[in-house]
């Protein structure tokens, strides 16, 4: 029977891992939500079973070895997490209203940084990339498996396999499978090292800067010509630096309509953004992502993804209303 110094004991040992467990629950499902709901049943299944645990596997690899079948189980009921940019394509016609919001399509989420330990974020940033994610839910889920436990973690082929109960052969035809699809629909995204830099903070600023003053000039210069901007849970989105453009005039914004506060999300820079109401308070509107690229002098904004779901600030520690 376990005693409380058992408990203890567990608890001890496997807590430091809960972080970068989170991270590999994120990747397979898109979702902060669901990966926090399979961390906490990957921790139930591990002390139900720790009284076998023998040691002849890291503590490590045993704790993901648990969380990867129950993602795999979860993964079993449920569609893929897409972005609107993922199932259609751009809008012609970004002077007009956006539709009606599909709110039954299970959008992806963004991972705050803050709930990742630090050096996992830097270690596997490419691997947390919005796009790089969105891509993986396209993978059949024993491929975005064996392609994480491969690539990101990097497992060994006959470790997969073992957890997988399959053949090394066969973990190496699906990694290849894996790959090969990931190339298709998102040939630009791999998983790539890219510490942040001075270069981030510094677009950050500005952005955060033209859209406070209400500075379409000051914005322009920050888009790269192949600019796109989509907003979850709407299906439209735009490509190229003019219709992203013509879009945002639209929205007709006024110096001090909105604020926005710093933060940063799936190893990117990022904002919480407030909008302001007839009573003067700031309420929070979204969370936006900015894929940035280039040298650190010149850098682009290649991608802004808004994030428009009710209570996406709480993740990130931030405040509902500013005063």
Known sequence: MSTTSDRDEFVRLTDPYRRELLAHCYRMLGSVDEAEDLV???YLRAWRSYDGYEGRASLRTWLHRIATNTCLTALESRVRRPLPSGLGAPSQTPEEPVRVPATDVPWLQPLPDALVDPASVVAARGSLRLALVAALQHLPARQRAVLLLRDVLAWRASEVAALLGTSTAAVKSTL??????????????????????????AVLDRYVAAFEHADMDALLGLLQEGVELEMPPYL????????????????DHKKGYMRMLPTRANGQPAVVAYKRGADGAYRAHSVQV???EGPVEDREITRITVFLEPGPTGRFGMPEVLS
């Open 176 to 201: 290849q499978r894996a790959r090969a699809r990931l190339d298709e629909v998102a040939p630009d995204e791999d998983l790539v090292v890219e510490p942040e830099d001075a270069g981030d903070r």
């Open 40 to 42: 906490q049943e990957t």
């Open 290 to 292: 900015l894929t940035v």
């Open 236 to 251: 439209e989105w735009f490509s190229g630096r003019k219709d992203v453009l013509r879009f945002l005039e639209g929205l």
